[in-house]
């Protein structure tokens, strides 16, 4: 069936460090990939998402790939902030469907320290 | 700007009672989700809604039930709370296209003692 992978928390970096966020799929057909993110005390929003094989998506300094052959949706940022302390969720549309279901990763907390 | 609004950030309440976590959207969705959020399990889908009145189950059903009456409304029903229910819910809607965005409310935290 399908599936998310994250790679486990916490990631703690310190401000200006550069970050990957390593996310694999397994999935039939051709999922969408999202990346979500969750700011404490909130719920999640959509941080990035890419529909097809290539795409990259983009937003607020962060980007993925999506990569078929390696099947995978890594995040990245070159420079982290304070201010991006949450946790990120990757996630996959659920395939042939329209019932617009993801299935989501475990999530993975990153702290940035001054 | 979407909005989906849950009734309660916080709830406690004790075993065996019913509970209601009310869920409403304003942008005319026709998919709604209820997710509960556990610390190295990610969200794992309860129930979710793709019409009024028509509901389907997720990966995690057993001890839920849902209502959907209006489009607009999606409500998470626990028959007889158990200590088990803790956790984080969150509700989702979104539109009906394949790879469309989930839009999620700030989430209710609940504590069942």
């Known amino acids: 069936g399908n599936s998310v992978t994250q790679m486990e928390g916490p990631v703690t970096l310190s401000e200006e460090a550069f970050l990957t966020i390593n996310c694999t799929y397994t999935?039939?057909?051709?999922?969408?990939l999202f990346w979500y993110v969750q700011y404490p005390g909130e719920g999640l929003q959509l941080l990035l998402k890419?529909?097809?094989?290539?795409d990259k998506g983009s937003n607020k300094g962060f980007e993925a790939t999506y990569r078929k052959e390696t099947t995978s949706f890594h995040l990245e940022k070159g420079s982290v902030q304070v201010s991006d302390s949450a946790v990120y969720f990757c996630?996959?549309?659920?395939?042939?469907?329209?019932?617009?279901?993801?299935?989501f990763g475990q999530g993975t907390t990153l702290q940035v320290k001054p | 700007d979407v909005k989906v609004t849950q009734s309660s950030r916080y709830l406690v309440k004790r075993t065996g009672e019913k509970v209601f976590l009310e869920c409403v959207q304003d942008?005319?969705?026709?998919?709604m989700f209820w997710y509960r959020q556990d610390p190295g399990l990610g969200l794992r889908l309860i129930y979710f809604?793709?019409?009024?009145?028509?509901?389907e189950k997720g990966d995690i059903p057993e001890g839920y039930s849902v209502s959907r009456e209006k489009k607009e409304r999606f409500s998470l029903i626990l028959e007889s709370a158990s200590t088990n229910q803790t956790s984080m819910y969150l509700c989702?809607?979104?539109?009906?296209?394949?790879?469309?965005?989930?839009?999620f409310g700030a989430g209710t935290r609940l504590s069942v003692l």
């Open positions: 989702a809607s979104s539109t009906s296209g394949h790879g469309d965005i989930q839009y």
């Open positions: 999935a039939t057909g051709y999922p969408s």
């Open positions: 890419a529909t097809k094989a290539d």
């Open positions: 996630a996959l549309s659920a395939g042939s469907s329209n019932t617009g279901k993801l299935i």
């Open positions: 942008m005319d969705h026709e998919n």
């Open positions: 809604s793709y019409d009024v009145k028509m509901k």
